[in-house]
């Protein structure tokens, strides 16, 4: 009897994240994206957005890194609602590089 080869499918996770609003799902996804896995930890993160729904799809050879990888992001996605709740979205984005700083000519 010929050896057959064992071919592994990958462990995968898809977690779906529902926001009060677009724009907060858009804020988290902008600053959730920038963080990638390791590349030692062989997993593939990518998210997407669906209106108010950020959308995470994690992919790893290893049931551990992928548990890993998925704590991990959840331990980001909380501070990152935290900080949501807590200073809110702002309702204009400052085009200008100096935002929040103020000259004397300003405070007169």
């Not at 980001?76 to 200008?96: E, H, M, R, V, W």
Request: glycine residues 2%; negative net charge.
């Amino acid at each position: 009897m010929p050896e057959q080869e064992v071919v592994s499918k990958p462990n995968e996770s898809t977690i779906r994240v529902p926001f009060d609003t677009p724009h907060h799902a858009e804020i988290a996804y902008r600053v959730l994206s920038v963080d990638q896995e390791p590349r030692r930890n062989f997993v593939k993160k990518t998210l997407s957005l669906e209106q108010d729904v950020l959308v995470v799809h994690f992919s790893a050879d290893q049931v551990k890194s992928l548990r890993t990888a998925i704590t991990s992001f959840f331990e980001s996605l909380l501070l990152c609602q935290d900080t949501i709740k807590l200073f809110g979205a702002p309702s204009t984005i400052q085009s200008n590089n100096n935002a929040g700083t103020q000259s004397s000519a300003d405070s007169a």
